[in-house]
């Protein structure tokens, strides 16, 4: 995995060629990488635009992109040493690695530039793209925003999902637009000569104020009379269109991983079933070419949330939805045998009747069987050491955490938010339960008093009884591979070996747990200040 992840890190592909017949090392001096190098510039990149029927059809029957074996299964192609995702333009270590505080993690990707209220939004168009109805503003300080509202019978539903969604994905650690929610009155908007409006054939005309009563016909008011939105800030640089979930971009030199084997992508299955986040497909992705240090590149962003938390944008979600895929002809042909009598378990699931939140539950809630809209390839790729990476910053939410984020909904029912919350704890925990019981474990290793240190997390969470463990030491060879046993060396005690070892030398911790094949080995490297964890590999 190392030496796929110098090619892809380093670009080494001509020393794979050059030394084929010699056994290349496990371990290099600046392991375990936590950022990948300075990306390289991009040249001219031509933007795209994904048809949203064309990706249905393909992954629902031509299923693009590398898959699994159960012989040879594909292990994430960008880890680092440690099991851990660098930082880069997919995606930045946020709460996972450095715990935000609570005010941080409701801030998420803001900055605190709203629409200013000082002076009118001028209209320059208006948002016919999505499923739901929007304008495009220039505040009083020509900030452009995108502003996107409520259906007339759900109230907050979709607004308070955006705004919650691009919070819990930024401290997750991907990129996303900022937004805000926003009060309004009508005579805030003006248009200009230059404001334009597409129709649903396409035809592109100058706005009228017509226009903009109609859109907003059909948005809910507050009791004061003012309009609620969610303004979306543009985001920056030159937008090129969405990402795939498979393949790479050809026409991105720094694009080098399958995006089906990128391990924030796999993982990203497990924050979408907590989430409730259905409509994960790539139409709802953006890339955009952005320049820093003098340097052009791509970052990959993810973009709207407002079919979270049991909205589905323009009305509640389905019951089916994230249970089913939009097309499944398994329940369609049982429906068919039983005469309709067969009542599937996600059917039964009972919601409470928040308008401003839709279909949310958690008791029927399986985060394994949780489903997009339609297959996705990452997804569909991921395995117990990918799910365990994300299910590990899931419970690293604390209930007074997710309560403080779900505020920022600005829900007007208090009962609604915490029923949000409750359910959001509840998913959280089977999350945990789920993921914690397919790997062994342990995390926050190192080394500490002549020990190697280190901890259960389904104890630490209360998911599991602490029990005992069996660690077998060995020497490790780094530049051939080679482990050799220590013998009569066990415990958590570094053995002498280890102790009296000259820098640079390896040594590696084999952990199990009684009747489990689970396993996990800890590779020390010894550094002039002493042994270092420098490793971690995951057996199931």
Known sequence: MVQIQQCVLIGAALYLTSAASAQAPRFYPDDPV?????????GDIKPRKLSDYYDFFLHTFAHPGEHQSLREPVT?????????VPDSSWYTNRHGRHPMTVDELVRGPDTGNPPSPEGPWRVTKAKTAGVTPGLEIDDARGVHYWLKFDPAANPEMSTAADVIGSAFFYDLGYYVPENYIVYFDRKQLVLTPKSTYTDRLGRKRTMSERDVEEILLNVPRNRDGRYRAVA???????????????GTRQDDPNDTVPHEHRRELRGYFVFCAWLDHED??????YDTVVEENGVRFIRH??????????????????????????FAPKPSLIQFVSLGLYVPRWAKAHYPDFPSVGRLEYRIFDPEKFKPDYPNPAFANRLPDDTFWAARQVMMFTDDQIRAIVKKGAFSDPQAAEWIVECLVARRDKIGRTYFARVLPLDHFQVKDGQLDFEDLAVRYGLAQARPYQIQWLRFENPANRMTPLGGQSGAALPDAVKSAAPGEYYAAEIGAPESRQKVTAYLRVTPGGPEVVGIDRTW
């Open 34 to 42: 936590w950022r990948e190098p300075e990306p390289r510039a991009v």
């Open 232 to 246: 979306s800030v543009r985001i920056p640089g030159q937008g090129v269109g969405e990402f795939r979930f498979f």
């Open 301 to 326: 962003y993810l973009i709207d949330f407002g079919s979270l938390l049991g909205s589905g944008s323009t009305k509640p979600n389905s019951p089916r939805s994230g249970n089913e895929y939009l």
């Open 76 to 84: 994430a192609k960008n880890p680092n040493t440690l099991g851990e």
């Open 280 to 285: 994960s497909r790539a139409i709802n992705t």
